[in-house]
């Protein structure tokens, strides 16, 4: 029994090995792509679904006010009249009196998911016919339209999305969500990019022509589900489109306050994975390798070579997620 239980811990030490080395090969070959710009560049409509007023609201979104884009439109939704995000928002329709900022607040709703809800009302104030779909706690640089939008002028194309990195320096519990992002959530993304055909999208960034939407029966198609950008990205693929993961990176800042509000935020984001991508999710069991390392050497102390695999794999652990974070993400926690 001993002798399966160390041939099991060597394996799965091994296995996350080529995983840590993988994903810094999937992160190079994601980040060596190079889309030719596009002219001229199609306008788009930038929906914003919002629900309260963090004190970082106004500076996220002062972040789309500045891009550097020909023709933009942004639509900032809510759903209750007295919420504190609408005065945000006529701060900035101040503020920047020359960009197009639209205000849509309708409370009502078309099924149990409310942020499609609001995505459905603000798509139907949009005037033009690509869609950039972001949530609230999303900051970018005004290179970002230039960046995501060249792809989609492919026909094939419809829809497009990018990885995101943790923000959030404070309090602790948001810092190790951050921490959560930039060191495991990237490195499933990454290595997915290189082994398999994308059929999905992440929330911080989604960018959808006006007729892949129409073909999937728009918003309203996901008006249930609770993994909205998850299932935006299958029924594109589904449809006939193609779905693509391109390299950029956008900020996003997670508000979670407590350790609790962090357990059951991470714990409905493995449900959510778990119900998305069952065989995915129970294969990640494999990468946690600091996990088997920690478990070889309290089980097997005596042998060398458990003590040299736990120390390789720690140390390729270390390298991938400083590598990872600091270098391609540029995330400021580890950059």
Not at 11 to 29: C, D, G, N
Not at 149 to 172: A, E, H, M, N
Not at 280 to 297: C, D, M
Request: net charge neutral; aromatic share 12%; proline share 6%.
């Amino acid at each position: 029994m001993a002798t399966v239980f160390f041939l099991l811990l060597t394996s799965l030490l091994l296995i996350a090995s080529l995983y840590y080395l993988f994903t810094l090969y999937a992160a190079w070959r994601l980040f060596r792509q190079d889309f030719v710009a596009a002219e001229p560049l199609p306008p788009v409509s930038i929906f914003k679904p919002l629900k309260g007023a963090p004190a970082d609201l106004y500076a996220h979104l002062v972040s789309f006010c500045r891009l550097d884009y020909p023709v933009v439109q942004i639509l900032c939704g809510v759903r209750d009249p007295q919420d504190p995000a609408i005065a945000v928002v006529q701060c900035l329709q101040r503020d920047f009196p020359e960009r197009d900022l639209v205000l849509v607040v309708n409370p009502e709703v078309i099924g149990s998911n409310y942020k499609v809800s609001t995505l459905h009302h603000l798509s139907r104030e949009a005037k033009y016919d690509i869609f950039i779909v972001t949530d609230s706690d999303v900051g970018v640089e005004p290179d970002y339209l230039r960046a995501i939008i060249p792809p989609l002028t492919d026909p094939q194309i419809g829809l497009v999305t990018c990885l995101y990195r943790g923000g959030t320096l404070s309090p602790f519990p948001a810092l190790l969500e951050s921490l959560l992002i930039n060191t495991i959530f990237a490195s499933l993304v990454l290595v997915a990019t290189q082994v398999e055909k994308t059929t999905y999208a992440f929330g911080a960034t989604i960018a959808i022509k006006r007729h892949c939407l129409e073909q999937i029966g728009g918003f309203t198609a996901l008006a249930d589900y609770l993994a909205d950008d998850y299932y935006l990205g299958h029924l594109a693929v589904r449809a006939g489109y193609q779905a693509r993961i391109l390299p950029y990176v956008v900020e996003t800042h997670p508000g979670v306050v407590t350790l609790g509000e962090l357990f059951h935020h991470q714990l409905r984001w493995a449900r959510t994975q778990r119900t998305c991508r069952p065989s995915g999710y129970v294969g990640t069991l494999v990468i946690y390798g600091t996990v088997w390392a920690l478990v070889g050497l309290v089980a097997f102390w005596p042998s060398l070579l458990m003590r040299t695999l736990a120390l390789v794999t720690v140390g390729l652990r270390l390298l991938s997620a400083a590598t990872v974070s600091g270098v391609f993400l540029k995330a400021p926690l580890l950059g």
